[in-house]
């Protein structure tokens, strides 16, 4: 029993497999983390391409002129908006909205935008939140 005490008593001092066992532990977390951090930056991406898309169809509103009115149809702003979105899947990608209004005596178009996004963490999986951008521009 003295010997098996005395060999407890060695294993217990011994610090050999130390490195290892934090290695064990703090792996997942970190993990995690980069993978967390990989997720973030794909949905900040995302956003960039629902709001480029956005502006470059406001601007097409405004700027691009036909000859049958004046504006281009709403159709070939939606279409603008489309092909310009980046970062996305554009399966989940809605049909941009636009609507006509008149603000401060001016003809104005609003143009916008959703895409919903999750977070994929591996074993965790958020829920789904909507990215959304919208854009007023005037017409003269």
């Known amino acids: 029993m003295n010997a098996f005490r005395r060999r407890l008593r060695l294993l217990a001092l011994d610090d050999a497999g130390t490195p290892a066992v934090e290695f064990a532990l703090t792996f997942p977390a970190l993990v995690l983390l980069v993978v967390g951090v990989i997720q973030f930056g794909m949905a900040v991406q995302a956003y960039a391409g629902v709001r480029n898309a956005v502006e470059v169809g406001a601007r097409y509103a405004i700027v691009f002129q036909t000859a049958s009115n004046g504006y281009p149809s709403d159709a070939a702003i939606r279409a603008k908006v489309k092909a310009n979105a980046f970062g996305v899947d ?20 609003d143009v916008s935008l959703t895409y919903p996004i999750a977070l994929n963490l591996g074993l965790y999986k958020t829920p789904s939140y909507t990215l959304s951008y919208s854009r007023r521009v005037y017409r003269q």
């Open 90 to 109: 554009p399966a989940l990608l809605s049909t941009p909205t636009v609507s006509h209004c008149a603000a401060a005596g001016s003809a104005c178009v």
